[in-house]
């Protein structure tokens, strides 16, 4: 016969939140690194705004974070008119900092929202893994996996390889064709472009200049056909691959900032 209780045993602690002081070291507490990805226009900033809603009706505090958005603006920014304001990450930007700098101005920080975190650098990435696992940090990041090219971005690569999970977004966005669309075609007068800047953030308004606020990494050297306006447009897998835009391809562009 087995006895309910011996000397080494707690009879509360299966009923405590908290586990026995013994047995904490057998449960380490450490945060949680999710990634969201999806194309363009599958509502992943819409996503974003509406975790940091729930969790901050939870009484839970933290910080948004975002790189490159849409608007050029420090910001980040729904294509359905949802906005909040948040801290740009720079090239430079060391994530652990600003989570210090918030703690040394007596703000907690439970979790991070990264908006755009496809553009984020590996060491980046690497940063945000670390406060999840040294400082509890939950960290939800927003992003595009593929450039127009479709290969990985080099942040989503790293958080491909070290997030705790990995979640397509699941509001699907269709090609002109009506197959599921996945591809975010890169175009130019109608031309789906294959070379040029990794980072470019477009639509430009129609007619506007190269260098204007719809561009990134306007420094660097472009190609005649880059200077024309540039839109992105998600296309399936085939017509990707074959660079067809649809029979109207004159038209404004499906993912337009203007």
Known sequence: MTALHDED???TDALSPVPAAVRRREVPVTGTVKFCYGPMDCGKSTLALQIDHNLARQGRQGLLLVRHDRSGSAQI????GITRQ?????SATDV???VRRAWEHGRHVDYLIVDEAQFLSAE???QLTELADEACVDVYCFGIATDFRSALFPGARRLFELADELQPVQVEV???CGRPGRFNARVAEGVVLRTGDTVYVADTAAGGAAGSAGEVNSATTRSSRELA???YQVLCRRHFRLGEVGPDASGPGQLQLA
């Open 96 to 98: 652990r900092a600003l």
């Open 77 to 80: 920014s729904s294509r359905i």
């Open 229 to 231: 306006t540039v839109r």
């Open 9 to 11: 045993t707690d009879p």
């Open 86 to 90: 948040a801290v740009e990450v720079e």
């Open 124 to 126: 980046q990435v690497e």
């Open 174 to 176: 269709l090609c002109w």
